[in-house]
């Protein structure tokens, strides 16, 4: 089960076929191609991208992190103006 065979995608082109008619499915097949197309141009541009980016060296991470705890400790050393006492 959840397997896909020879009878299910048979069945499948059948219903598109029912659907679309004979004369749309050459053009939804250009569509289609179309479209993974773009998406792979897509991914191969982001993963050039990716691969020209400066490796990360361990003092600049170092740095984030130490400029992190220092703005989370500014924030919990301030007063909170909303907490007041009641009499």
Do not use: V
């Amino acid at each position: 089960m959840g397997e896909f065979s020879l009878t299910h995608i048979l069945l499948i082109a059948f219903i598109f076929l029912i659907f679309f008619g004979p004369s749309k499915l050459p053009q939804l097949g250009q569509s289609l191609g179309r479209a993974i197309r773009g998406f792979k141009e897509g991914l191969s541009e982001i993963d050039g991208q990716a691969r020209n980016l400066p490796p990360k060296d361990k003092d600049s991470n170092q740095q984030l992190n130490h400029e992190q705890q220092n703005a989370q400790a500014e924030k919990q050393s301030q007063p909170e103006s909303s907490t007041q006492k009641k009499s």
